[in-house]
């Protein structure tokens, strides 16, 4: 997870609860943060009953919960419905978020230049199988692009800092980040959406990037999609090992012998798992 504010907030001394994540500024092996618009499902998304998903297009707001006396808001629910930036394009969460950070700072932005700036990579789609596993593990942002993208399109006027919540961390969420948020800081929350999935619905297929614009006892209010997410489910997404899972079928489309003999050229660690998924780390 990210926060970004003023560079001059950060000087501040850590707060209680906070000296844990002193050190904790580096990522575990490979985080592929991968955009959702490539997602064929999501765990909030799974297939819903017509009259459910009717019912979120007539109310955008009908994923969100009301913020209680005791959340704290960088914007108000009509508020994050009028500002949002939602994905501006492939594999760009970790884009659309900073965009989104900027926003809430009321630092005017443009799209094109915050993309660049972040440079996102893609998935080689059409790759023989080695050089698409090793595209898919590295695809989408990691916490450095994002915290190096914020300070080149700001000159340095807002930097971030990045806090590893593997393994899991003895900290009460809502008030450690709610502290952050009181002082100014706007979080971006770093998710593996394959974490958490119930019992019977699809596996998603990349991690996650979204902006926080609030949180309380009710959960944790996102932009990109706008939602509220339970603070157990968003908990799961924050505390992952660094493990992407590929779909079996994309694998076993793209194999040949040819593909096979070579595939050591990127030391993979492949493994087949009983959700028709392989988990793929970079050795």
Avoid at 35 to 46: G, K, L, P
Avoid at 191 to 217: K, R, S
Avoid at 240 to 267: K, M, P, W, Y
Wanted: proline content about 7%; glycine content about 6%.
């Amino acid at each position: 997870m990210a926060t970004s504010l003023p560079a001059n907030s950060l000087m501040d001394s850590p707060s209680e609860g906070e000296e844990d994540f002193e050190d904790c500024l580096e990522e575990l092996a490979i985080v592929p943060t991968e955009d959702v618009n490539i997602n064929e499902t999501d765990s909030r998304t799974a297939i819903k009953p017509l009259e459910e998903t009717k019912s979120e297009e007539e109310d955008p707001l009908a994923r969100c919960i009301p913020p209680s006396h005791n959340s704290v808001m960088i914007w108000t629910l009509e508020e994050a419905l009028q500002h949002q930036v939602e994905q501006i394009g492939v594999s760009a969460c970790g884009a659309t978020a900073v965009i989104n950070v900027l926003s809430a700072l009321g630092i005017p932005c443009n799209p094109d230049v915050v993309d660049q700036a972040v440079d996102t990579r893609l998935r080689e789609e059409e790759a023989p199988l080695p050089q698409y596993l090793f595209s898919r593990s590295v695809a989408g942002t990691v916490h450095q692009d994002l915290i190096k993208g914020m300070s080149a399109v700001t000159d340095s006027r807002v930097v971030g800092r990045f806090f590893d919540f593997h393994p899991d961390r003895e900290v009460n969420l809502v008030q450690w980040l709610g502290h952050w948020m009181e002082k100014g800081a706007v979080p971006i929350a770093t998710m593996n959406m394959q974490q958490g999935v119930p019992l019977g619905e699809p596996i998603p297929d990349a991690w996650h990037h979204q902006m926080i614009f609030g949180i309380g006892p009710e959960g944790v209010h996102m932009v990109n999609p706008l939602i509220t997410e339970k603070l157990e489910l968003f908990h799961h997404h924050i505390c992952s090992e660094s493990v992407l899972l590929i779909r079996q079928a994309d694998v076993v489309t793209r194999c040949s012998g040819a593909d096979l003999n070579h595939s050591f050229t990127h030391s993979f660690l492949l493994s087949f798992h009983p959700a028709e998924a392989v988990p793929v780390s970079h050795l």
